[in-house]
């Protein structure tokens, strides 16, 4: 069992930057790939970027130069800079964690969200 409580969420203006963190509990974290998905108010969940236990990265392309994945083992925390922002990041940010399944990322264990505003 893993839980992940997330952080850093905040009102920031467009242009601005933020910083979220998520701190796992349980055991293996480095063995999980780790993600972060968001979701605006009247949409669906998406994805945002992940990180596999080996250190690649995945964002999706609304993200991609803006926004950075890392995770620091030893700390059992996952982090995601956020640069640029726009208001149309405007979400709850949530982290996740999870493994692979035939290549891909199936994810089992999710944070409770931290809101991002963005301000224009």
């Known amino acids: 069992q893993v839980q992940l409580v997330e952080s850093g969420g905040g009102l920031v203006q467009a242009g601005g930057s933020l910083r979220l963190s998520c701190a796992a509990s349980?055991?293996?974290?480095?063995?999980?790939?780790m993600g972060w998905f968001r979701q605006a108010p009247g949409k669906e969940r998406e994805f945002v970027a992940q990180?596999?236990?080996?250190?690649?990265?995945t964002y999706a392309d609304s993200v991609k130069g803006r926004f950075t994945i890392s995770r620091d083992n030893a700390k059992n925390t996952v982090y995601l800079q956020m640069n640029s922002l726009k208001p149309e990041d405007t979400a709850v940010y949530y982290c996740?964690?999870?493994?692979?399944?035939?290549?891909?990322?199936?994810?089992?264990?999710w944070g409770q969200g931290t809101q991002v505003t963005v301000s224009s």
């Open positions: 996740a964690a999870g493994s692979r399944v035939l290549g891909t990322a199936e994810y089992h264990y």
């Open positions: 349980g055991r293996s974290f480095s063995n999980y790939v």
């Open positions: 990180i596999w236990s080996g250190g690649s990265t």
